[in-house]
């Protein structure tokens, strides 16, 4: 199962974010789960939030998998999305 999850970064927490960052990387990469991957930008160009999509069994899962986040532990996000997504092209 796909899940698009979608994150916000709480306001002013750019540095948060860097100085999590590694840790966040490290995790995304030795996870199985994660398909793709990469931050969202605001209109500077700055790293606003994040874009995960993970390849899952289920919801639980993939609410498992965020909760780990390091992000996630660090309190760097302001809301978190997931929806069941469907590839197409």
Known sequence: MLIALIARD???A???RL?????HVAYLKSS???SQAGPLLDEAGEMCGSLIVL???DMAAARDWAADDPY???GLFESVE?????KVI
Do not use: E, S, Y
């Open 14 to 16: 750019l540095q948060i």
């Open 19 to 23: 100085d999590t960052r590694d840790a």
């Open 72 to 74: 996630a532990h660090a």
């Open 32 to 34: 199985d789960a994660v």
């Open 10 to 12: 709480k306001p002013g």
């Open 55 to 57: 390849d899952v069994a």
């Open 82 to 86: 997931m929806i069941a997504w469907k």
